[in-house]
């Protein structure tokens, strides 16, 4: 299908890269691209490119992408910069442009295959064209044509994200670089890299409670005007990041600071108007994806519009062809845009830790992937947790063994490794076995769940009594540290644990207490770990707040937290939703997280055959600090 007459509305990136290759692709169709602003009036600095964008823009249009290459700047590194530490981490690619350049190009391109741009031409809505074959709406997160029609699309627009501002600045980085920087009003980070010979973006996030306490919303709200700039911010950041600038200035371009929106769309098209670019979804820039998805929907959209025979046979072509890699970014994205928002919580961090943190934040790259990329700062890391975490004077090469294999601070025992094993066994014969052979298979922590009613000995039965002391004298032995699994306010089982010699004791909150009013109990004879079962809620919805919130409480009368998964399936995607909640119970609890774990897997060096088993993604958690132990029974420890 060809059709003959084809409405842009929105001048960016995307309208002007679909309106030339829908004349490339047809010579003889009408296409007009419709922008309310001037050709050269644009917000923003430079955008990045990877190198994988820059071959499929080369594959759908090559001269096109020999004038972006051309005016365009790449680097291969990045680097982190955290307590006075530059950590370079290489193997990536990025190009680089100036936004305004790159608006310039684009618009030359779709001029020159005869493609109409009217600026200063907003179009009311999509029924303003109705006589369209074709209405492509490309302008943007906030575009007015999809809210017109936002129940219709099943529009979904999540402003949670954190704060940032955009400046440009003369100061010179090679690459693209992060900064991270405590104030007295709290902490700032930066996105900078270069896109022009003597031009860097500067990107600024922050949280919400440190952009009140610095004035910046009140500035924010002065700075309201279009076009307006925040000068209060400038010239604070510019103090904040002078380190980093080198004494350069930071620029302005309607640089003020916004709230980051997701944008989602149920549909994507409806009667004769697609949707494409920020106007049908949005991913944080951290993951550099907001002009390449935009783009690249121009690509499919242009594609799918030359061979179909239909305008809605086109559409949901180009909905299948984009959903799964939009979607898939957008996966990678949320979690990267919860950690740019929560990054001062984890500036504690040594650099070796919080740069591992940092790579790991999206799991779009395997710990095989970082490791080739990145092997001696991956190799640092790895040292840097054996020499802090195990006996003094440990040898500082790279450990040859998992994290796990690791010692452990908890509650003033001191486990031999990060593993436990928790016997459920229906008998106590079965379950003191159970206690021993964990210790003999190398198990740091073996534990024994009394927690539910009646599990526990009985007070006054001596010989069984008699058989559990000696069961915990032999994990002992074995260099094992017992511990006793109880329901939360059962005192006469803790207390009877404590008799037998188990030092540590995790007191079991019912699955079905509230996340408001439970209380961990009243004071014990030793160190008790709290154990909560996790929801099945996303980490940052409501509901998972609220319970991140109850734990953080839970916690600060424990010595550490057991998260318990609260199903039986190992998926990937169940995984990183408990995984997500260790991260934020540890990163504001500040005490040791124990997390259940899948049995059956083989304890082994994180690089061994097989990079992302279950060894390796266990690794990676604790060494990336997200956990402390994991609760699941390997197959054999080394």
């Given at each position: 299908m060809s059709p003959r007459t084809i409405a842009v509305i929105g001048g960016g990136p995307a309208g002007l890269f679909l309106a030339r290759l829908l004349r490339l692709r047809d010579p003889a169709a009408e296409v007009t691209v419709h922008e309310r602003n001037a050709p050269d009036a644009t917000f923003g600095f430079g955008v990045v490119f990877s190198d994988r964008t820059m071959a499929a823009f080369e594959e759908a249009d090559p001269a096109t992408c020999a004038r972006l290459r051309e005016a365009s700047v790449r680097w291969t590194d990045m680097e982190v910069r955290h307590r006075g530490r530059h950590l370079r981490y290489g193997g990536y690619g990025f190009t680089a442009i100036s936004r305004r350049t790159l608006l310039r190009i684009l618009q030359e391109q779709a001029a020159e295959v005869g493609a109409q741009l009217r600026f200063h031409h907003e179009v009311p809505s999509a029924d303003a064209l109705a006589d369209a074959s074709v209405v492509a709406v490309a302008d943007g997160a906030n575009s007015r044509t999809r809210q017109a029609y936002a129940d219709v699309y099943g529009t979904t627009v999540d402003a949670s994200g954190p704060r940032y501002i955009w400046f440009g600045t003369p100061a010179r980085f090679d690459h693209v670089t992060f900064?991270?920087?405590?104030?007295?009003?709290?902490?700032?980070?930066?996105?900078?890299?270069?896109?022009?010979p003597s031009t860097s973006t500067f990107i600024v996030e922050t949280d919400t409670a440190t952009w009140r306490a610095a004035g910046m919303d009140r500035s924010t709200a002065e700075a309201r005007a279009p076009g307006a700039s925040d000068g209060h911010s400038r010239q604070l950041l510019e103090e904040v990041f002078k380190e980093h600038l080198d004494g350069h200035p930071l620029l302005v371009n309607n640089s003020k600071w916004s709230a980051f929106r997701v944008v989602r769309n149920e549909r994507w098209s409806h009667r004769n108007t697609v949707l494409l670019g920020d106007a049908a979804h949005t991913a944080h820039f951290s993951v550099g994806s907001g002009t390449k998805m935009a783009m690249e929907d121009a690509i499919a959209l242009a594609s799918a519009l030359h061979t179909e025979s239909t305008v809605s046979g086109a559409f949901r072509s180009?909905?299948?062809?984009?959903?799964?890699?939009?979607?898939?970014?957008?996966?990678?994205?949320?979690?990267?845009?919860?950690?740019?928002?929560?990054?001062?919580?984890?500036?504690?961090?040594?650099?070796?830790?919080?740069?591992?943190?940092?790579l790991t934040r999206t799991g779009a790259i395997s710990y095989a992937g970082l490791k080739r990329r990145h092997r001696d700062r991956i190799e640092e890391a790895e040292s840097w947790f054996a020499?802090?975490?195990?006996?003094?004077?440990?040898?500082?090469?790279?450990?040859?063994?998992?994290?796990?294999?690791?010692?452990?601070?908890?509650?003033?025992?001191?486990?031999?490794?990060?593993?436990?094993?928790?016997?459920?066994?229906?008998?106590?014969?079965?379950?003191?076995?159970?206690?021993?052979?964990?210790?003999?298979?190398?198990?740091?922590?073996?534990?024994?769940?009394?927690?539910?009613?009646?599990?526990?000995?009985?007070?006054?039965?001596?010989?069984?009594?008699?058989?559990?002391?000696?069961?915990?004298?032999?994990?002992?032995?074995?260099?094992?540290?017992p511990m006793a699994l109880v329901r939360l306010g059962d005192t006469v089982s803790e207390d009877l644990a404590r008799t037998l010699g188990f030092r540590l004791v995790e007191r079991v909150v019912p699955a079905s207490a509230g996340t408001g009013d439970t209380e961990l109990g009243g004071p014990a004879d030793g160190p008790v770990v709290v154990g909560v079962t996790c929801p099945r809620a996303p980490v940052h919805s409501a509901a998972g707040e609220e319970f991140v919130r109850w734990c953080t409480e839970l916690a600060a009368s424990a010595d550490g937290v057991h998260l318990h998964a609260d199903h039986e399936d190992w998926s990937g995607a169940a995984f990183t939703r408990l995984l997500g909640y260790a991260d934020q119970v540890r990163e504001r609890s500040g005490e040791p997280l124990l997390l259940d774990g899948p049995d059956g897997w083989a304890l082994r060096a994180p690089d061994a055959p097989g990079a992302e088993s279950w060894a390796t993604r266990l690794h990676s958690a604790v060494l990336a600090g997200r956990c402390d132990v994991v609760v699941a029974r390997p197959l054999l420890l080394p």
């Open positions: 900064p991270f920087v405590r104030t007295r009003f709290g902490s700032f980070a930066a996105h900078a890299y270069p896109y022009e180009y909905e299948r062809a984009r959903r799964p890699a939009v979607r898939r970014t957008q996966d990678w994205a949320e979690p990267s845009m919860r950690w740019w928002a929560t990054f001062g919580r984890r500036l504690h961090l040594e650099p070796e830790q919080f740069g591992f943190h940092f020499r802090r975490s195990g006996p003094s004077g440990a040898d500082a090469r790279p450990p040859s063994r998992s994290s796990l294999a690791v010692p452990v601070a908890l509650g003033g025992t001191a486990p031999a490794n990060r593993v436990a094993s928790v016997s459920t066994a229906p008998t106590a014969a079965a379950q003191q076995r159970d206690l021993v052979s964990a210790a003999l298979a190398g198990c740091g922590l073996t534990a024994v769940d009394w927690s539910p009613h009646g599990s526990a000995p009985a007070p006054h039965d001596a010989p069984a009594l008699a058989s559990w002391r000696a069961a915990v004298d032999r994990v002992r032995e074995h260099g094992g540290e």
